[in-house]
């Protein structure tokens, strides 16, 4: 596993929330940033993105809007982690 990712709260954050809500099988340790989501994940599927978002609303404190969803944001638990990132400091 990456260092970075090891040292990265927002990144660890996200991975639990990702791994718990999905019910994704094995160490959650195996997902790094660069691990494949949308399309690579059967269970993020339309009801897997719906669950996701709204656990991480709840984990994150934070309040996401249609518009800036997109399947970019999916692509990776990286990409996840960063877009989080950036709103929790937009909020914060």
């Not at 596993?1 to 090891?6: D, F, K, R, T, Y």
């Not at 989501?37 to 249609?66: C, H, K, N, Y």
């Amino acid at each position: 596993m990456s260092v970075v990712a090891e040292r990265d709260p927002v990144f660890e954050s996200v991975r639990d929330v990702i791994v718990q809500t999905l019910d994704l099988p094995g160490p959650k340790q195996r997902f790094v940033p660069d691990s494949g989501l949308f399309g690579e994940i059967p269970e993020l599927d339309s009801m897997g993105v719906v669950l996701l978002l709204t656990a991480l609303e709840d984990r994150f404190d934070i309040q996401l809007s249609d518009d800036e969803i997109d399947a970019e944001w999916f692509e990776t638990f990286g990409s996840v982690a960063n877009f989080i990132r950036e709103r929790v400091e937009q909020s914060g």
